[in-house]
């Protein structure tokens, strides 16, 4: 994927962390350091604590004392405060490996008590607190975000996704991804991820399904992989010659960026739908 900014890596590298440590180390790589311009902003200077206590085995009662404060006269969402929640069934991961994320909750959010103005430390919170099974808690920290630099796509971009595949509020996930096309409009796997909601999950939102490929196409005239998501929708909907054109036009803009494997691969699935 093409972005205007490096993602941002977060490695947790403890033995026995399994699946969840890839899990999170992709979701972190979701984050895209901002630039942009923020409102005035005081710290609190109230300390930061995590406290972890184990109830059941695979069950943690993990409390978070929040201590940034916004102090501005811009209308925001409410910043994060003091809350309690319950990280239950966590299978995949062990207690120690657990009280680590915790403890890197705590770091970020010491961080951000000596500097509140560090758009990556909001982003790298709400994607533990996402991780740690607090959707509520990750939504209130993008709508932050989203509001101090509203002009980055990226906290919009993990508003969608959260809505998307975690939450299941689909008008809440076309609301963000509308947003991040608007702000971002070469950013390919926005429009593809419309496309995935409009298609088989927004229901009453399959009309918009096409269109949402071809604006993706009229912005990005270049994407092999627009080209085949288009195919594709024809080949489901069985019009073969619209679903060829998009094939032959997907095998001839891979050709010419070198690359013939995809060119091979795209292809074979039109020589199979031409059959």
């Known amino acids: ?76 969402p409410p910043q994060p405060s003091e809350h309690v929640f319950v990280a239950k069934n966590m299978k995949n991961v062990e207690g120690p490996v657990f009280e680590i994320m915790l403890k890197n909750v705590a770091d970020i959010r010491s961080a951000l008590q000596k500097d509140p103005k560090d758009e990556e430390k909001w982003l790298q919170l709400s994607i533990y607190q996402k991780n740690l099974g607090d959707y509520k808690k990750a939504v209130e920290i993008l709508n932050y975000v989203a509001t101090v630099w509203s002009n980055d796509y990226v906290p919009f971009n993990n508003l969608a996704d959260l809505y998307q595949f975690y939450i299941k509020n689909y008008p809440l ?26 298609y088989g999950l927004y229901e009453g939102r399959k009309d918009k399904a096409l269109p949402t490929l071809i604006k993706g196409l009229e912005v990005n005239p270049k994407s092999i992989d627009l080209m085949i998501y288009t ?13 060829l054109e998009y094939y032959d036009k997907a095998v001839y803009e891979a050709k010419n960026q070198g690359n013939q494997q995809i060119a091979d691969t795209v292809g074979q699935e039109a020589t199979e739908l031409s059959q």
């Open 231 to 243: 195919a594709r929708y024809y080949k489901i909907i069985e019009d073969k010659s619209k679903a």
């Open 173 to 198: 996930a076309e609301k963000n991804w509308l947003k991040v096309v608007e702000l971002k409009p070469d950013y390919l796997q926005a429009y593809q991820n419309l496309y995935d909601l409009y």
């Open 1 to 76: 994927m093409l972005i205007r900014k490096n993602f941002l890596t977060i490695g947790i590298v403890v033995c026995g962390i399994g699946a969840i440590s890839f899990y999170i180390y992709t979701d972190l790589n979701k984050i895209v350091p901002g630039g942009a311009s923020v409102v005035s902003q005081e710290e609190n200077s109230k300390k930061l604590g995590v406290s972890i206590e184990t109830q059941n085995q695979g069950d943690y009662k993990v409390t978070i004392d929040d201590t940034v404060q916004e102090n501005t006269t811009r209308k925001l």
